[in-house]
């Protein structure tokens, strides 16, 4: 139980507290303290696993609803909203940077916050928010207008909010942020406004800036308000003064290795997507072009800020491939310790824990196009006949050469997080087949403009389905299983001891699959789209599991022809919770 693990000086003022508050030790073990989820991936090492096994293969076709929890108001966009349970309360927030507060027993709201946004925000894909992170007796999460806001957890009071960045320069915040040793850590959102992308550490009692980590070449570091290191070397793989404005985005937050006590964050696309503005021609001397470090993995020590290594999934990037997705920390089949993680350029990755170096990759997409394949050192094969061409050779100088790339900028994966069970050894990755026309334009940087210099529309590449949910063995990259599905996959997937994966589908259903076989055990219409993200917990000796429905999220904004199959779905917003019936 929770209380137990409460050091011996906190049980001295345990009596005298008004409840219990959420310790890093609470936080280090959220996988296993099946009473709470109090981090995003349920535990920092994000497998979003639970070894709860009370709904299992054999009864989850049982499951029904405990209660349902509507968001109410005008405000129904995509919910992508991961759950938080603490202490018989459920935290959720949802879209337009709203939390709410929700007694897990009744359902009853306990307390509502809204930020109030000003004129003028500009979020890429959606007005949504991913969820919070619980530590002491308050609650964090970010707005869209680029702050982080500490919340009182009794009462959803201000405790202290703090500016990330300049919403009006293009930056948003859409994470659940990280905590880590007493620091509340958060990335930054705003890659196609030519932002740059940035790990920020505030002390999570007062909110004051502790370190701060851009992670495009050339920008300098902070630590304890001084300048401390400059990221990378000036210049190395940025042409003239594109690293200003280099994009890089740290949009989905970052996941927590406690085995090597390292930080890692995901850096999006270079910016502009044109990558010829950015190099992406013959390298000269003493610049690869390779625009360090967009599309990459960077591994930071939380103490201080500094990257301690990095790994680039798409060097020179120009599809929009940003390199943000999860890295997940694992154990392989021989025993070895490993990331996994599955790239927006359709490939599934296994790295080295200890320095990021490159392990495997295999394409987890049918039909790429833009690479033949990944090489010994884990830099892609391009195929540089896919590669958008260069307006600089059309006869007019506008719209270059337009190329039909596999996947689409939207990727094989996009934001929705994987899961892994140690149980069966696999990743259960959330990925869509499509494709795209893509062409490169002229562009210029204006601050809080788009900085594109590209134009695209998305493609189905089969009839059948956009969507796929894959059982991948990370120790052969074989995909064991597979379930296809209509519409574009836009939800996190979260495994159980039960030997179960749960999703989401944008018609609507959450579904419950055979970890083992795929095959489909359960499901249950929620009236929306779900782009939310699975949790289970267990109360009271009850399993339950909750999900947001809310259709939206980037793909009805940007899907090209695909937005057009999918125009039908109703928008939504609320909250369902399930478990097996009592049989008193
Ligand atoms: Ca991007």
Redesign the pocket.
């Known amino acids: 139980m929770r209380k137990l693990l409460l050091t011996s000086s906190a049980l001295l003022f345990a009596s005298a507290a008004a409840f219990a508050a959420v310790t890093e030790e609470d936080i280090a073990n959220d996988q296993t303290i099946t009473t709470q989820v109090v981090t995003n991936g349920m535990g920092r090492h994000q497998q979003r696993f639970s070894p709860l096994a009370g709904i299992n293969k054999e009864n989850v076709k049982n499951l029904v609803p405990a209660w349902s929890f509507s968001m109410g108001g005008e405000k129904q966009r995509g919910q992508e909203t991961q759950p938080l349970i603490y202490d018989g309360v459920m935290y959720v927030t949802g879209s337009y940077s709203r939390m709410y507060a929700i007694d897990v027993k009744t359902g009853e709201e306990l307390w509502q916050y809204d930020a109030r946004l000003p004129e003028g925000i500009l979020p890429c894909c959606d007005v949504i928010n991913r969820g919070g992170a619980i530590y002491g007796d308050k609650i964090y999460f970010g707005t869209l207008d680029a702050r982080i806001v500490a919340l009182d957890l009794k009462t959803g009071d201000v405790v202290w909010r703090d500016k990330i960045a300049d919403y009006k320069a293009g930056y948003s915040y859409t994470a659940a942020p990280l905590i880590v040793n007493g620091l509340v850590i958060t990335g930054n959102s705003g ?2 406004f030519g932002i740059v992308g940035e790990v920020q550490a505030r002390d999570a009692e007062t909110g004051d800036l502790v370190w701060t980590r851009p992670v495009i070449e050339g920008h300098m570091g902070t630590l304890n308000g001084e300048e401390s290191t400059m990221t990378g070397t000036l210049n190395a793989t940025w042409p003239g003064d594109l690293w200003k404005t280099g994009g890089g ?1 740290t949009w989905l937050g970052g996941t927590y290795d406690a085995d090597t006590d390292t930080l890692v964050f995901g850096a ?2 270079p910016a502009p997507w044109n990558s010829w503005l950015r190099g992406a021609g013959e390298p000269t001397e003493g610049n690869t072009g390779d625009n360090l470090y967009a599309a990459s993995r960077i591994g930071i020590d939380p103490a201080n800020g500094e990257i301690k290594w990095h790994f680039q999934t798409t060097p020179r990037e120009g599809w ?1 491939f ?1 390199g943000v997705n999860e890295v997940v920390p694992f154990v392989d089949a021989e025993g070895n310790k490993r990331y996994g993680t599955a790239d927006r350029n359709g490939f599934f990755y296994v790295l080295n824990r200890e320095d990021g170096a490159f392990v495997s990759a295999t394409p987890f997409v049918r039909d790429i196009s833009w690479a033949e394949g990944i090489d010994e050192n884990g830099r892609p094969i391009y195929n540089e006949g896919n590669r958008p061409g260069n307006p600089a050779d059309a006869a007019d100088g506008g719209k270059g050469e337009v190329v039909f790339s596999v996947p689409s900028f939207l990727g094989g994966k996009n934001w929705m997080p994987m899961a892994h069970s140690p149980e069966t050894g696999l990743f259960y990755v959330p990925s869509n087949e499509w494709g795209m026309d893509i062409w490169n334009e002229p562009v210029s940087y204006k601050e809080g403009a788009a900085y594109l210099g590209s134009g695209f529309t998305i493609k189905p590449l089969f009839e059948d389905y956009i969507g796929s949910l894959k059982a991948i063995d990370p120790n052969t990259g074989e995909t064991k299983w597979e379930y296809k599905n209509d519409a574009p996959l836009w939800g996190g997937v979260m495994a159980t001891g039960g030997g179960l994966v749960f999703t989401g589908t944008p018609e609507g259903y959450l579904k419950a699959f055979d970890a083992d076989t795929g095959e489909e055990l359960w499901k249950f219409q929620t009236g929306s789209g779900i782009v939310g993200q699975p949790v289970t917990w267990e109360q009271d000796g009850e399993q339950f599991v909750a999900v947001a429905s809310g259709w939206g999220g980037a793909v009805p904004l940007w899907g090209g022809e695909v937005a057009k199959k999918v125009n039908f779905l109703n928008q939504g917003g609320s909250i369902w919770v399930f478990k097996l019936p009592k049989l008193n």
Request: net charge negative.
């Open positions: 890659g196609e985005a999006g696309n929009d940003d």
